[in-house]
Nanobody, 121 residues
Framework: QVQLVESGGGLVQPGGSLRLSCVVSGNIFSINNMAWYRQGPGNQREWVASRTSGGASNYADSVKGRFAISRDNAENTVYLQMNSLKPEDTGVYFC???????????????WGQGTQVTVSS
């Protein structure tokens, strides 16, 4: 069974930094496209960042220049580095990965359970 587990969230002051991790467990062949979403209090879930398997990345305007998405193939882990955090960055952050479980298998999207990020004084 493929599972995604996010970690690294917590309480930080404005201007601080956090690095979120999304660890893939289970037998997989490859991670392809990657994305992070977030849902703030009383808000809809919104797209934050994405990265293709080829390394091309895109970011929401609200986080551009402050956030960066990356991966560690050896550990089957995807990261979201968050710098210069603002109170409006507060929310539950979700990892979404497109995964191929076996050679020749189809690619499927998986969601993690989310990790809470709170930016407050």
């Amino acid at each position: 069974q493929v599972q995604l587990v996010e970690s690294g969230g917590g309480l930080v002051q404005p201007g601080g930094s956090l690095r979120l991790s999304c660890v893939v467990s289970g037998n997989i062949f490859s991670i392809n496209n990657m994305a992070w979403y977030r849902q703030g209090p009383g808000n809809q879930r919104e797209w934050v960042a994405s990265r293709t398997s080829g390394g091309a990345s895109n970011y929401a305007d609200s986080v551009k220049g402050r956030f960066a998405i990356s991966r560690d193939n050896a550990e089957n882990t995807v990261y979201l580095q968050m710098n210069s955090l603002k109170p409006e960055d507060t929310g539950v952050y979700f990892c979404k990965l497109e995964i191929r479980r076996s050679v020749g298998g189809r690619k499927e999207w998986y969601w993690g359970q989310g990790t809470q990020v709170t930016v407050s004084s």
